[in-house]
């Protein structure tokens, strides 16, 4: 396994770093890297890949078509109105 600069690891994820922080992450990094070594001669030949390790159902109801709002229904609460539109307040920076 070829040797990582902590420092650099660090300075990637903008985090300042005291000298004993380096020695102690270095080696536990270290370790790190080396169970992923160990990860990666495993033989997964024969595994199919997967994004999820469960199967995913859509959890959302079935879509049923239902009657809407006509138009003077939804313009009867409107506090102003126009043209049969909607007057809503001018936005302009």
């Known amino acids: 396994m ?3 600069n902590i420092q650099y690891v660090a300075n990637l994820a ?4 005291t000298p004993e922080e380096e ?3 270095g080696s ?3 370790n790190i890297l080396g169970y992923i070594e160990k990860l990666n001669e ?3 030949s024969g595994v199919e890949p997967t994004a999820h390790a469960f199967p995913l ?3 959302m109801r079935t879509d049923v078509v239902t009657g809407s709002l006509s138009h003077e ?3 009867k609460n ?7 539109l909607f007057v809503v307040p001018k936005v302009v920076e």
């Open 78 to 84: 409107a506090p102003a109105k126009a043209g049969g």
């Open 23 to 25: 020695q102690r992450l």
């Open 2 to 4: 070829s040797e990582f």
């Open 73 to 75: 229904d939804a313009l």
């Open 28 to 30: 536990q990094l270290q």
């Open 14 to 17: 903008r985090v300042a770093l």
């Open 57 to 59: 159902v859509n959890v």
């Open 42 to 44: 495993v033989d997964v």
